[in-house]
Structure formats: C-alpha cells, structure tokens
C-alpha cells in the first residue's frame, strides 16, 4: 500500500476522532479507528511509528485546542506527551501484527493494551484523560450504562473492540484479493492426464498454495473459489464469529442500559436536598480583589430573601475567596454571607485558598452550618501539575518553563468526607480531580452519599472547556450511581443523575443561581465497589489465550523438525 494512501487513511482517523468528540456525531468513534489500524497492519515499523504519531499529533490537538486560550507554552508539551501514547500503540500494534496468526488473538492483545493505556492515563501525577474513547459516548446513556460495571474503560472496550473487528475483517478481504485465485473455469489445472503440461501445471498450483497465508490455503485447494464460495467460506471463519459476538454484546449493553435507566424514571433513593449553586462569573482578578461583593449574587427569592425558600445549601465555586472568610479583606462576602446563612437558615459550601503559618497554600472547600461554624474541610490532593504546583522540583526542574502557576499548592495527603447532619456525606471534587475516576470512586467506598465538583474554568473563556468538563462530572455520577453536583465559577454549573441525565443547567459566561435537588443515598454501583475487575479479567483471558498460542507454535515448529 503507497505511502500516500497510508497518510490519508490516517488523516481520516483523525478527522473521525475529534468529530467523534462533538455530541452530534459521536457515532463515528465506532469506526474511527478502522484506517488507522489498516494503515497500520500495511506499514514496517518505522512507518507505524511515524503514522501513529501523526495520527496521535492531530487527534490531540484537535480535542485539547481550547487550551491555546489558557497558554501555548503549556499546550504544545501537552500534545507532545500525548503523541507518545500514539507511538506506543504503533510499536506494539506492528508487533502483534507481525508476530499473531491468529485474528481473533490479535483483536483481544490490540484492546487490551489500548485499554491498559487508558488505565494509566487516568493514574499517575500526569494524568490526562481527554481523548479517552469512553467519554465520546456520554450523550449515549444506555451505551454508558456499562461504566456502572466497568467504568468508563468498559465503554471503551467496547468501541476498540468493534473498530478493530471492522479493520480484521476488511483486512482479510484484502489480503484475499492480493493473491491469485482457481476457479472452476480452471478445472482442467486438475487433470489426472499424465501430459507434462498437466504435470507442469499441478507443481506450479502445489507451489503457489505453499506460499499462500494458511487461511486461504482451503479456497484454493477447493479449486472452486469463486465469489459465493468465497462469501460462504468467510461466514465459517472464527473472526466473523468473534466479530458477531462483540456486536450483540454492544446490542444488549445499550439494550440492558435503556431498561435500567427507564424503570428508574424519576425515581431516586436517599434523602432530599434543595440546593442552590451560585455561579459569580468573575475572573481570577475580581474574585481576589480588594472589595468581595462581587461575588455577591442577585436576589432570586421572594419577600426580600436572596435565595428561594426550602433552599437549604447554598453552593459557591472553587477558590471564591481568598484566605479564610473572616479575613478583613473578604469583609464583605463574609459579611452577607454571615447575615444570609443566619435570616435564612442556610448551610455554605465554598472553595477557598487558604495558607498556615509556614505560608503553605492549600485549595480547599469549607461547609459552614447557619451559624458559619466549620463542619468540614476538605484540601485538594491532586493538584494540576504545572498549573497550581511543580511536581517532583529536584527531578522534573528541566520542565519549568511550562510552570503557570501563580501559586504553589501543596496537595493533600488524604481524603476527607464533610458531613452534612442529616443528610449525608459529601466527597468534594476540586476542579481536575473529576476528570480521574480514582478520586470520585475512593469517595463512594468511603461512604460519600453525593458527589461535587468545584471548578474555575474563567481561563478558558467561553470555550468548550467547560463542558468536557462536566462530561467528566456525567461519567463520575454514572460510574458511582450517585448525584454530582457540578459548580462552576463562569459556567457550566449543572445538576446531574446517577443516569448521567443533566437535570438543570446554566450557561456559560452568565452570573446567575442555578436551583434544584439532589438525593444522598448510599447504594453503590459494582465498579465502585470492584474497579476494574471485570477489566483485569478481560486482560489475563487474553494472556492465557496468548500462552496457548505461544505454546500451539512451539509445538507446531518441533514437528515440523523432526
């Protein structure tokens, strides 16, 4: 295959893997990968090297583009770490490829590694999940109902299993036209006549069937090779079969989900809670401004009261305030929210920079009762590597050209639920810690009863930032079968169901409140409670069939000596 029909295969992967990513077409994540392992399974070694990191360059810069409005110095690293990943997947592809018989082995070692870099994309300090194919599906709820079991890798699973079953096939297609065929026109190739042309004839057809690839060896030596015995041979093949398989998995995933979330129709278990969120939509610089009543929000209650009577928690973003609420300069927003809390009976929940004595900055959110009394404090343990700290200084110090940080946060060592009494537990998000399914999850086994999201995303702009943010926030709600609360300084802030269905929402770039309710119940999902065990299983299946396979040729080469 020409290398210039390689780079356009590979083209057309990438422009399906970022349309992928848009809610209207996330149907085309289903096949988006098929050119790109064609290309792939056409190519040497340092040709899949170099088309996976193109591939890996543009699907990349294509989902991740919003952060050019944040900073170019830290997005252009961004793209070249994540290229890597693509590299990785070219390497290892080609080398199953070359070294795999066995297509059906080929599909399970391909999405096994896919997903086991998935795995590890949400691990680690560096951790960076966007472009994880799972999340292309969030407005498909049946589909994602699968990550109540598995996670959002599951889902994943799936469409690699699907895209690589499509390229198998078309493969075999391929590499079925490469090679010359005898048809029944051809009968007279199997004379018996002893004529030397016969003879001539039948070792020329002997060697050309020892050189053909073993799983077409049958359609030639059955002579009668013409298209529907082609067609009818195919059907028998192990890879149909397989293929078969994978689709009526997707078929009752999707089938199983739509049930489950309809029997469930506005019903939700726990207790009641009337929230409200406030989104200021004030920059970075007004938030630490000298005067805090621009965080202040408009009255929206009636009878002279700001918030709408039954509200009982009133929600604020991440890092609204600078240093504890009762410092002088947040005099204030300390002062109406003192004032409010009491007249209304109102609990707070806020994110807040604060510092200690040895001038260590900490990102954190305080829930306050009526009485503005800590119940609970919660420090961010993630930090945003090279945004809000500098990792590993004495190690990663050759990265600190790419430091945007205006302060240095140091992250927490453990979790810490805030007890709302009455109600429940509440495990807190700080802005990126949504987008790692380890948090969200070490809440829920914890005993959180609901989850939040506190989130500034104001550097972003208007951009689309916002919402793969609350994507994040959808899939987190859905893994734990819980309620997430998702506040943002500028939008989006939004209300979501253990579904994943957005109940109420805000726009973006608008200062309102957002009002709703939210049940605290503890009934945890099997992939909170298990992981990635059916996942772990998938992956040592695959080993053990490899071992078989390694141990089949073993075996099949010391009869072939002797």
Not at 93 to 99: P, Q, V
Not at 352 to 363: L, P, R
Not at 408 to 436: D, M, Q, R, V, W
Not at 534 to 553: A, E, M, Q
């Amino acid at each position: 295959m020409k290398i210039y029909i390689r780079l356009l295969l590979v083209l057309f992967s990438s422009f399906l893997l970022i349309v992928a990513f848009t809610d209207n077409f996330a149907f085309f994540a289903w096949f988006a990968l098929v050119p790109y392992f064609i290309a792939l399974f056409k190519s040497n070694y340092r040709s899949s090297i170099f088309l996976s990191a193109f591939t890996g360059l543009l699907f990349f810069a294509g989902i991740t583009y919003w952060f050019t409005e944040y900073s170019y110095v830290y997005w252009f690293p961004i793209l070249g770490l994540l290229s890597v990943f693509f590299i990785f997947y070219g390497f290892i592809f080609k080398l199953i490829y070359l070294k795999i018989k066995w297509a059906c082995l080929r599909i399970l070692l391909v999405s096994s590694l896919w997903i086991a870099i998935e795995f590890l994309r949400h691990r680690t300090f560096l951790a960076f999940p966007w472009g994880v194919l799972g999340y292309s599906q969030h407005s498909f709820l049946p589909v994602m109902h699968l990550s109540r079991l598995t996670g959002v890798l599951g889902v994943s699973l799936l469409i690699v299993l699907f895209n690589l079953c499509c390229a198998e096939i078309i493969i075999y297609f391929i590499d079925l036209r490469s090679y010359p065929v005898f048809t029944n026109s051809n009968s007279d190739l199997d004379s018996d006549s002893g004529s030397a042309d016969s003879s001539a004839i039948f070792n020329f057809k002997a060697r050309f069937i020892n050189k053909l690839p073993h799983k077409f060896v049958h359609e030639v030596q059955n002579k009668s090779v013409g298209s529907v015995y082609v067609k009818k041979s195919f059907f028998k093949q192990l890879v149909f079969l397989f293929s078969l398989m994978v689709i009526v998995i997707i078929i009752l995933n999707a089938l199983m989900g739509t049930i489950y979330i309809r029997k469930r129709e506005g019903h939700y278990a726990g207790k009641k809670l009337v929230i409200a969120l406030v989104q200021p939509n004030v920059s970075f610089d007004d938030k630490f401004a000298t005067d805090t009543d621009v965080l202040i929000p408009d009255k929206t209650g009636s009878n002279g009261r700001y918030f709408k009577e039954n509200t009982e928690l009133v929600v604020f973003p991440e890092s609204v305030i600078w240093g504890h609420i009762e410092l002088e300069r947040n005099n204030s927003f300390y002062e109406w929210v003192r004032n409010t809390a009491a007249e209304e009976n109102l609990y707070f929940i806020m994110g807040q920079i604060v510092w200690d004595e040895d001038e260590n900055y900490y990102n954190t959110v305080h829930l306050y009762n009526p009485n503005l009394e800590i119940l609970g404090r919660y420090d961010k343990i993630h930090p945003l590597p090279c945004a809000e700290y500098m990792p590993y200084p004495d190690v990663l110090g050759f990265l600190s050209f790419m430091n945007m940080a205006k302060l240095n946060i140091t992250p927490a060592k453990e979790f810490i639920l805030l007890n709302y009494p009455g109600k429940g537990s509440i495990g807190a998000n700080i802005c990126f810690e949504s987008t790692l399914q380890l948090i969200s999850r070490a809440y829920r086994k914890m005993g959180a009863d609901i989850l939040f999201t506190f989130t500034d995303t104001a550097g972003f702009k208007d951009s689309v930032a916002a919402w793969h943010h609350v994507i994040f926030s959808k899939t987190r709600a859905i893994e734990n079968n819980c309620f997430m609360v998702h506040s943002g300084n500028n939008g989006i802030s939004a209300i979501i169901d253990p579904y994943g269905r957005i109940l109420e929402r805000t726009e973006i770039g608008k200062k309102e409140i957002l009002y709703g309710s939210v049940y605290l119940n503890n009934e945890k999902s099997f992939y909170t409670v298990y992981g990635e065990l059916l996942l772990y299983i998938y992956f040592g299946v695959s080993f053990v069939i490899l071992v078989i396979y390694i141990l089949k040729v073993k075996n099949k080469k010391k009869q072939d000596e002797e």
